[in-house]
């Protein structure tokens, strides 16, 4: 790995592992741009955060000026870290919350890329083996979550890959069958323009399940849930498998009789 990849690398678990999810607090935002959360409530290395991810055309700089002059206006004690040319951080600590929030930036074709992190410092969650889930080849960001309300045996992943909505589509299916999961289900959603899809595979007391999006030129974004025997709906996970491969046999054939 070089020194500058080493580098960006390093400030972004910097900010992973010291910097923001309390109760109803709000993510920091970047004016005109559109923010896509990672998740809901998470658990990242036995603390609460939430997460979301944000493109813009400004310059680095711009970006981490604008969080920097606000949150050292509003009185909290700020950190900027990084040469805001390749990559950058910004953090806060709300100290009578008992939150942080910050920003990690990088650039990503010719972009200003953004994750706004929000962090709980004072509610420690449960500790839980994160179950093994499939790792993609071009990731920019890869971790394992956990949300509160977390039941046993399920344990997601979220990924931004740096690659094509196919490309990785077929990369997610070639490693779940190679692993002995088989396909179950998938459909299709439109979603601001662009194609949302949600696969389901499967083998005995195992389901994942994957949602694959476009999240920029080049760039796709892809969150799975591995659930084992402990469901949250309490139905044995293989009669789950069953009846959801059931539904869609009866959904495709309903479609296909409706086309004669």
Not at 57 to 68: G, H, I, Q, T
């Amino acid at each position: 790995m070089s020194r500058s990849a080493a580098l960006r690398a390093a400030l972004l678990c910097l900010l992973l592992a010291t910097v923001p999810a309390a109760a109803e607090q709000e993510l920091p935002i970047y004016p005109g741009t559109l923010h896509t959360r990672i998740g809901n409530d998470l658990v990242i290395g036995g603390e609460y955060y939430r997460l979301a991810y944000f493109t813009t055309p400004d310059s680095m700089e711009k970006v981490a000026a604008y969080f920097a002059q606000k949150w050292q206006e509003e009185g909290y004690p700020t950190v900027i870290e990084g040469d805001m040319k390749d990559e950058g951080v910004v953090s806060a600590l709300y100290t009578r919350e008992g939150l942080q929030r910050g920003i990690v930036l990088r650039k990503h074709l010719g972009k200003t890329l953004g994750f706004s992190v929000l962090r709980d410092l004072w509610v420690r969650p449960p500790k839980k083996p994160a179950p093994g889930l499939v790792a993609l080849e071009g990731a920019l960001y890869s971790q394992d979550l956990a949300t509160r309300d977390d039941p046993g045996g399920s344990q997601s992943r979220t990924t931004l890959v740096s690659g094509e909505f196919t490309q990785v589509q077929q990369q997610v299916n070639k490693e779940l069958e190679r692993r002995g999961y088989e396909p179950v289900r998938q459909s299709a959603l439109t979603v601001g323009g662009g194609t949302q899809l949600t696969m389901e595979h499967a083998r005995k007391g195992e389901q994942v399940v994957t949602t694959l999006a476009p999240a920029d030129e080049g760039m796709t974004a892809v969150v799975q849930m591995w659930i084992g025997s402990d469901r949250p709906d309490a139905v044995p996970n293989d009669d789950a498998v069953r009846q959801s491969r059931e539904a869609y046999e009866k959904d495709q054939a309903s479609k296909k009789e409706g086309a004669k």
